[in-house]
């Protein structure tokens, strides 16, 4: 009898852009997601938006985590958004957490953020979101 192999895990890529030097609740989520089954890969602190796409391409990730602390989020989200696009990247979800206000986070959603996360979301509430929206769901 044929073994059925596991499916790959999905990818995701966890990344700090901007000059925001807390990076604590981003391991947080990174382990939670790891322990998940989840394969991360941690871009670690003051990435550019064109890193952030950069390395995602080169990852071929399914998904991608961004954490935001210092209030540029609303600049810096965006223009990761953007670049995705311009380098065709579709169906590559992103989420984000930090210090978001929600008349923020609305705004991110419609730009096509798929989930933003503040303080006191839990974990578990973060890993069943992750799974839902990748672009390899499990």
Do not use: N, W
């Amino acid at each position: 009898m044929a073994r059925q192999s596991k499916p790959a895990p999905i990818r995701v890529l966890i990344a700090k852009p901007g000059l925001d030097g807390h990076d604590r609740g981003a391991k947080v989520v990174a382990r939670a997601l790891r322990d998940a089954g989840m394969e991360v890969i941690y871009a670690g602190l003051r990435q550019t938006p064109e890193d952030i796409v950069s390395a995602a391409v080169e990852e071929d990730v399914d998904l991608i985590g961004l954490s935001c602390l210092s209030g540029a989020h609303m600049a810096l989200f965006p223009k990761v958004l953007e670049l995705l696009r311009v380098q065709k990247v579709k169906d590559v979800p992103v989420f984000a957490g930090g210090i978001i206000p929600d008349e923020d986070a609305k705004k991110l959603k419609k730009l096509g953020v798929r989930a933003v996360f503040g303080p006191g979301t839990t974990l578990e509430e973060i890993v069943t979101t992750a799974r839902a929206i990748a672009r390899r769901a499990q």
